[in-house]
């Protein structure tokens, strides 16, 4: 009779330890596309809601750029045989997306930081890659978004025709992840807009504008036309005007293999902070 009963209790307080063991975070293989759709859409909503500020705004800023470059400066000039004014429009169209998919995946993560709302992207059942994904997503769609509304705005002070329509979809798209992995990782490093604000002013500014928009690179003084060598904005900037002008100043190979890279490797570098909780978990 003993025996039973310490049987029985024995079983109660296995059954109790077992009722009281925490979920596991994650206990399905596959991918939670629920979730991953779920984090996308906030992403996509989060810069619609305030189109004036994130879609307006940056039409605005290259009629300006076109205003001021092409009417004012230009005239009508011309680059290696090309109407200036189609010559400076894709570099206008594709900072857009640079500067818009960059803000949109920052912006989001250091606000999550400062409101307190980190919780709500590690506690829903979402792997290191949905979150990557969704991020990153969302981040492409708002550069593109914007540098398709520019492209409409510009056609017409421009006057821009499609040579190499491949190239147009390749460095565009590369570009919005590109610029959306790194704000990914800007957004996890930083603790204050001050740090933000230090990539944006003294990293990002200067890739942009000695990147060949507005001018061949090389007619830069040294040390500046090497530099812009090496510099990826150059390559995707030169790589985009091709797809309209047919004209590359650049190797195109190049660009092409290292628009792959970094996608490729940002991507990665993202994935792994992610992974290690970088400036989430404790």
């Given at each position: ?25 994650r ?12 984090l996308?859409?906030?992403e ?14 940056p039409?605005?800023t ?10 004012a400066v230009?005239?009508?000039r ?25 803000a ?30 969704g ?6 769609t ?5 540098g ?18 491949w190239?147009?979809l ?11 992995f790194?704000g ?5 490093w ?13 990293v ?28 990826p ?17 650049g ?9 792959a ?22």
């Open positions: 009779m003993n025996d039973v009963a310490t049987g029985l209790a024995a079983s109660v307080i296995s059954h109790r330890d077992e009722a009281v063991l925490p979920p596991q975070p206990d399905y293989p596959g991918v939670n596309w629920e979730g991953l759709k779920t996308y859409v906030r996509v909503r989060r810069f619609i809601k305030v189109g004036t500020q994130t879609l307006a705004a039409v605005v290259a009629l300006l750029y076109m205003l001021v470059f092409v009417v230009g005239g009508g011309s680059v290696n045989g090309v109407a200036y004014g189609a010559f400076v429009a894709p570099g206008l169209i594709l900072m857009q997306v640079l500067s818009n998919a960059f949109n995946s920052s912006s989001s993560l250091l606000q999550a930081k400062f409101n307190g709302l980190m919780g709500d992207f590690i506690t829903p059942p979402l792997s290191p890659f949905e979150l990557l994904a991020f990153g997503a969302g981040a492409a708002r550069g593109l978004f914007v398709a509304v520019s492209l409409v705005a510009i056609v017409p002070f421009a006057h821009l025709s499609v040579a190499q329509p190239a147009i390749y460095f565009g798209l590369g570009a919005a992840l590109i610029m959306g790194i990914i990782m800007a957004g996890l930083a603790e204050k807009f001050d740090h933000m604000a230090a990539v944006t002013n003294f990002i500014m200067p890739m942009t504008f000695l990147s060949g928009t507005f001018y061949l690179i090389e007619r830069l003084p040294e040390p500046f036309r090497t530099f812009s060598k090496f510099n904005f150059f390559y995707l900037i030169d790589g985009f005007r091709y797809g309209f002008i047919g004209r590359a100043e190797s195109l190979a190049v660009g092409v293999a290292m628009t890279v970094l996608t490729i490797g940002l991507g990665l570098g993202c994935l792994r902070m992610f992974q290690v909780g970088y400036k989430i978990k404790t």
